[in-house]
């Protein structure tokens, strides 16, 4: 057990579907952070959130779109996704954003999405 | 271009000591090397995280050389607990926090 937790862990959706994934902190962290991990590939990191603000985008299509209410949730909405959007989405969170010394990131367990 | 490279696996039997590089030529000046473990079906673990020269704590090393291009992550007496994949993680400069392409570490009885 993290503090971090993500809903649902498995999720099955059309390409006409909209759904959202949950995270939730309970360490009083700062910042939270979405990744994408595909089969045989590394970690891919999606957004960052600090202090409720996004600071990062890395190119993500606008499909994928985030939502961070307070500093302890982060949701990720999606919406008419492709079958190549199909992997295991990471939650996580650390004190401060990276960058700072023992900026240690915990990650949830992950939701698995796929595709149809 | 940053990229961070590492072997993609490696076998071991329990009780030996494992160690696992992971290059990175353009690391950001002022940041730090972490690496981190996961196990299947779940998200990565915070192992060591260090600046420069050797890091150890209670489960690994972390030596870095003074030109910081890469890392070298040492897992004494390792057992099959131990089976896992290993990440590096590295910030490039201009928030390009990049995760190493990972080593899947295989203990053998």
């Known amino acids: 057990e993290t503090g971090v937790t993500q809903t649902p862990r498995h999720l099955v959706m059309g390409m006409t579907n909209k759904k959202s994934l949950k995270c939730e902190q309970h360490?009083?962290?700062?910042?939270m952070y979405w990744y994408k991990q595909s089969a045989k590939k590394p970690l891919e990191l999606m957004f960052v959130?600090?202090?409720?603000?996004?600071?990062e985008n890395n190119s993500v299509p606008s499909r994928f779109s985030p939502e961070c209410p307070n500093s302890s949730h982060l949701f990720l909405h999606l919406h008419t996704l492709q079958p190549e959007d199909s992997a295991l989405y990471l939650c996580a969170s650390s004190q401060d954003k990276w960058g700072n010394s023992h900026n240690e990131q915990f990650f949830g367990p992950g939701t698995r999405l796929t595709v149809l | 271009l940053a990229k961070t490279t590492q072997p993609i696996s490696m076998d071991s039997y329990e009780g030996q000591e494992v160690n696992i590089t992971c290059s990175h030529n353009?690391?950001?000046?002022?940041?730090?090397i972490t690496w981190y473990q996961q196990f299947p079906s779940q998200g990565p673990r915070f192992i060591i995280q260090?600046?420069?020269t050797k890091v150890t704590n209670e489960v690994a090393s972390l030596f870095i050389p003074a030109d910081r291009k890469s890392s070298t992550l040492s897992l004494p007496r390792v057992s099959l607990s131990d089976t896992a994949v290993y990440y590096c993680l590295v910030n490039f400069g201009n928030e390009k926090l990049t995760f190493g392409t990972g080593t899947r570490l295989t203990i053998i009885p």
């Open positions: 360490l009083g962290h700062n910042a």
């Open positions: 959130y600090n202090f409720k603000e996004q600071t």
């Open positions: 353009n690391i950001a000046t002022n940041d730090y």
């Open positions: 260090g600046y420069k």
